[in-house]
């Protein structure tokens, strides 16, 4: 007798969203969308209260004290019998009179209606309520909060296009320290630098920035000879060594980082070894002259100097 196996596909009873069953997170969805529709009538509803009991004032012209006075009173007495705080009645008025019944939608989120409330021409406004962007996360057409403030040009609360993320950095990077860790870290990304280097402003200015640092460097190392450059009077002999020591620190110290990564060859490691010797034997001679006063030179290190 031939046996079936058992379908290995579990059933839409079976099939589960966190620790609910499919079946029950539909149903607690539709409860939701229930409950926001019905939040959004009662924002409405504020708001409409409000503005029949103290309708918007005609915008542009003068207004009488007291009528400004009984607005305010009016709100404030609304405010401490409902104990509805009285900027949320000022916000859910002003949105109720820029939103007339007829023009409100259900299954949309009343803070897009405030969002959309920014829009000043009517007619737009109204119009752009039946327009919905797309929703980046589920591609369907629909409003969400941030959809809203893209229209009108405010910052989302999450970002989602490159720009918008760029946006989100800068604003969390605005002090100097932050950004300057930041800018850090990503250039040590090849990819980042590569694509960084190629923005002329971006390059030109770490250039500057490089030029600033070496000017700042050869400026430290002339800090500990200040006395002795005093003694001498400032002589222009002595001033020319210092600098040309400085030089050479400042000009290893730039161009030793961006040899980061680099393979040498076993040529390029012979003549830097050449280099360093002449280096190493001009520095152990100027080191012996200033000790001792004598300056000069013997043959062999003029040899060396002249690479015969």
Not at 11 to 33: M, T, W
Not at 121 to 145: C, F, S
Not at 157 to 164: D, G, I, L, R, S
Request: aromatic letters at 4%; glycine letters at 4%.
């Amino acid at each position: 007798m031939a046996t079936t196996s058992p379908s290995t596909s579990a059933s839409p009873n079976q099939e589960k969203v966190g620790q609910v069953s499919l079946a029950r997170y539909q149903e607690l969805v539709a409860r939701l969308l229930q409950l926001s529709d019905e939040h959004m009538r009662s924002q409405f509803e504020t708001g409409d209260a409000a503005l029949e009991i103290a309708p918007m004032q005609q915008v542009g012209g003068s207004h009488p004290a007291d009528e400004l006075f009984t607005v305010e009173a009016c709100l404030q007495r609304l405010s401490d019998d409902t104990r509805i705080p009285v900027p949320t009645l000022e916000r859910r008025r002003w949105v109720a009179s820029r939103w007339p019944a007829e023009h409100r939608r259900a299954g949309v989120p009343y803070v897009v209606f405030a969002i959309l409330a920014g829009i000043a021409d009517d007619a737009a406004r109204w119009a752009q309520l039946d327009q919905p962007p797309v929703n980046e996360r589920t591609g369907r057409k629909e409003w969400t909060q941030d959809g809203a403030k893209r229209i009108v040009g405010q910052k989302v609360t999450n970002p989602v296009t490159a720009t918008e993320k760029v946006k989100a950095i800068h604003d969390m990077a605005t002090d100097e320290q932050v950004a300057a860790r930041a800018v850090t870290d990503l250039l040590r990304r090849p990819e980042v630098a590569f694509q960084a280097m190629g923005d002329e402003v971006a390059k030109h200015l770490v250039n500057r920035a490089q030029i600033d640092r070496s000017m700042q460097a050869a400026q430290a190392h002339r800090r500990p000879a200040e006395p002795a450059l005093r003694r001498v009077q400032q002589s222009s002999e002595f001033l020319n060594l210092i600098a040309a020591c400085s030089a050479f620190v400042a000009a290893i110290g730039r161009t030793m980082p961006t040899l980061r990564g680099h393979t040498f060859t076993d040529s390029e490691r012979q003549v830097v070894h050449a280099q360093l010797a002449k280096v190493r034997a001009t520095s152990d001679w100027l080191e012996s002259a200033v000790d001792t006063g004598n300056l000069s030179l013997d043959d062999g290190l003029a040899e060396l100097l002249r690479g015969d």
